[in-house]
C-alpha cells in the first residue's frame, strides 16, 4: 500500500482490479478547496491511457512485481523470443512490451523484464546500445561546417540521425529511450 502522496512516473499500482503505471502525476490545490493528485494512468495489459484524480492521501495497492533478466535470441512475426538467463527457459513476448525500443535489439542482448507471476508486462533495454552502421551516404567534403546530420541505417534496420562525418561500417552508440545517436564507440 502507498499513498497517492507518494505516486511518481514509473511506478506500478493497482486501480479498478487492473495493474497500471503512472506516466504523468501533478499535485493539485485550488484555493480553500480540497488538493488532489491528477494522474495519467497506462494499463499494462491492454496499453490503455487513462486520467484519474486521487485525493491526497488516498491509499492505493501496488503490485508485487519482480525484475527477472533475459537474453533476446531472435524475432518470430510480431513476438520476440528471449531466454531466461537463470534456467535457461524460452518464452516469447510481444514486441509492444518493448515499445519503440524493440527496434535497438539485436541477438544475445541483456534486457530486464519486470514480470507479474508469469507475465511480463513491462521491459528494459539497456539506455545505451552499441549497434554498427550498415548504411549511411558517404560524407561530403566541407560538410563538417555545417553540422547537417543525415540518416544511417543499423545493423538492427533502425534508422537514426548521425553526424556528416559518421560513415558505413562504424560502431556508434544510440540512446534506447530516445532513439537518437550519443557517441562513436571506442
Known sequence: MILSNDLRVGRAVIYEGEIYTVKD???TAKGNKRSYMQTRLKNLRTGQIIDVRF???ERLDTPFLEDKEFEYLYSEGE???LMNTENYDQMHVNSEVFGGAARFLKPNERVVCHMHGEEVLTA?????????ITDTPPAIKGATVTNQP?????ETGAKVRVPAFIENGEVIRVDTRTGE?????K
Open 25 to 27: 502525476f501533478q499535485h
Open 79 to 81: 513476438h520476440l523470443v
Open 150 to 154: 543525415k540518416e544511417a541505417t543499423l
Open 55 to 57: 485525493n491526497m492521501g
Open 181 to 185: 545517436y550519443v557517441e562513436r564507440a
Open 124 to 132: 528494459e533495454l539497456p539506455n545505451v546500445v552499441t549497434l554498427k
